[in-house]
């Protein structure tokens, strides 16, 4: 076993890379079992000058009598989820202070600063495809013109004519001027909608209240007779 000098590491990770650097083995779990009798002479030198450190190297210890337990008996399983191995964490940390090292060589260096490539030149106006054709721009705005219709288009709605019951009023005493006598549905026949039917009612009523006109009907569900008086 080679001596190990009493150095100051930043932290247990940082003493582990160096024994396994030391040893010029490879990061894995038989590296770390090889290098636990070294890592525990380590940790007894510290205790003796440093013991206010020794919190976090105890930690990596138990990792260690464990990976080194594990290689000792191969059947010995635990239950628990260790999450990410000792090895893992040392490449993550190995990967981290390689990165740091070449930050600081690049800072040492001057080398503060980066440029950006040149962004690519925006042509004026529109330009399309070399491939599009008359037809194919058609079809596109004609789809895109089917996309823009609304989801939910809103309901048609129509306004009836308006008509006044003076209107109606005036409407069928010209009728019955004109002829005398007129049937109901006579009456009816240029109504546009439900409303003017209703407001044409109103109007013959008015017109029997006051007197204008009279009404007759020979049976049950005839068409109403309508005359001047």
Do not use: C, H
Not at 76 to 89: F, I
């Amino acid at each position: 076993m080679k001596e190990i000098k009493l150095e100051q590491f930043s932290g247990p990770l940082d003493l582990l890379l160096g024994l396994i650097e030391q040893e010029k083995l490879n990061i894995n779990d038989i590296a770390l079992s090889q290098v636990t009798e070294q890592f525990f002479d380590y940790l007894n030198k510290l205790g003796e000058k440093r013991p206010e450190e020794l919190a976090d190297f105890l930690v990596i210890a138990t990792k260690l009598v464990y990976i080194k337990s594990k290689n000792l008996l191969p059947d010995l399983v635990s239950e628990a989820d260790e999450g990410p191995s000792l090895a893992e964490q040392l490449k993550m940390y190995k990967r981290y202070l390689e990165a740091s090292r070449e930050v600081n060589k690049r800072w040492e260096a001057g080398e503060l600063a980066y440029g950006r490539l040149e962004p690519p030149v925006k042509s004026e106006g529109f330009t399309p495809p070399a491939n599009a054709g008359v037809d194919d721009l058609k079809n596109s705005l004609y789809n895109l013109l089917k996309r823009l219709k609304p989801i939910n288009p809103l309901p048609k709605v129509s306004i009836d004519r308006a008509v006044t019951v003076k209107q109606k009023l005036e409407s069928i005493l010209a009728m019955l001027k004109k002829s005398g006598r007129i049937s109901f549905r006579q009456m009816l026949a240029e109504a546009e909608s439900r409303t003017e039917v209703i407001i044409s009612f109103l109007a013959l009523l008015e017109l029997v209240k006051s007197g204008d006109a009279s009404i007759k009907q020979k049976n049950a569900f005839d068409d109403l007779e309508i005359s001047k008086t």
